[in-house]
């Protein structure tokens, strides 16, 4: 690099550190105690989903202005008015979250990590709100509380799933897990798949790396559970990874007929 270009560079690398720790990061912890805390109060005289429709999606909406995400949603005409959705979407990051709650205008549950519980504000302020959280280490127990949750599923209030299960890191890919497609299913409700992109170079998974940018969240054509049977899970599940990650799901060869003498 000439020496007016290492320069900028640490300029610029020294203006994002300063303004990551002296606006970026004060801005998120306290706008998460003053949200948290309403959305808590909220849920204890009954208006749970309130403070998840209303003060959860501001809370989203205003942390990412602050990390400076410059948001583009794609596909929002393939969402229905009132119909319930299992969601899908790929994990890249925590900001993840943000660009979801904050700009997919439908009502969701979360199905969240039981680790998450134990997040100050966060966890309780999740639970408030009616999310479901799972004991992965549990599989019995994850489905109780999932099915348990199920008949919430009206009206248009969705059910939203990370299928990989965390966060993955750059270059890497993790299976989809069959939980939610088995749900999708079982209630003969439509997947509707979703992609995100750019989270990842804000803010790398297991890092405060941050930096601004643009991220998209596009949403694919749902895709139809009617008429499928329990033994074809793999198929959605299969179906709805290649959509997400945008590659052509694998040709089937059948083998060449014999020949009798």
């Known amino acids: 690099l000439a020496p ?14 300063l303004y990551k720790w002296l606006i970026a990061i004060p801005c998120f912890g306290l706008s ?16 749970g989903d ?4 209303t003060l959860a999606v501001a809370w989203a909406r205003f942390n990412s202005r602050i990390l400076g995400m410059a948001v583009s ?37 979360w199905v969240m990590k039981k680790e998450l519980r134990r997040v100050p504000v966060i966890g309780a302020a999740c639970q408030a709100m009616g999310h479901i959280i ?18 919430k599923l009206v009206n248009g209030m969705c059910i939203l799933f990370f ?10 890919v993790v299976p989809f897990k069959k939980g939610a497609f088995r749900l999708a299913i079982d209630l003969a409700l439509p997947v509707l ?3 995100i992109e750019g989270t990842e170079h804000l803010l790398p998974t297991e890092t405060l790396n941050w930096q601004p940018g643009a991220v998209t969240l596009r949403i694919h054509p749902e895709i139809s559970t009617l008429g499928l049977a329990s033994n074809q899970v793999d198929r959605l599940c299969n179906q709805v990874e290649a ?19």
Not at 8 to 16: A, D, G, S
Not at 32 to 46: E, K
Not at 164 to 169: A, L, N, P, Q, V
Not at 252 to 260: C, H, I, R
């Open 163 to 172: 299928p990989e299960g965390t966060r993955t890191k750059p270059g890497r």
């Open 4 to 17: 007016n270009c290492y320069e900028h560079l640490i300029m610029t690398n020294v203006t994002r550190a």
């Open 73 to 109: 949603v794609e596909g929002l005409k393939h969402l229905r008015p009132n119909q319930s959705y299992v969601i899908t979407a790929n994990h890249i990051s925590a900001l993840d979250i943000l660009l979801i709650y904050g700009y997919l205008p439908t009502e969701l549950k």
């Open 134 to 151: 799972i004991d992965r280490s549990n599989s019995t127990s994850a489905a109780e509380s999932i099915q348990h949750a199920a008949h």
């Open 50 to 53: 309130l403070g998840s429709r």
């Open 32 to 47: 998460t105690l003053f949200f948290g805390v309403l959305i808590i109060a909220l849920a204890l005289i009954g208006y």
């Open 193 to 195: 798949p979703m992609t």
């Open 243 to 261: 959509v997400t990650r945008g590659t052509p799901l694998p040709s089937v060869t059948k083998p060449a007929p014999k020949l009798e003498a």
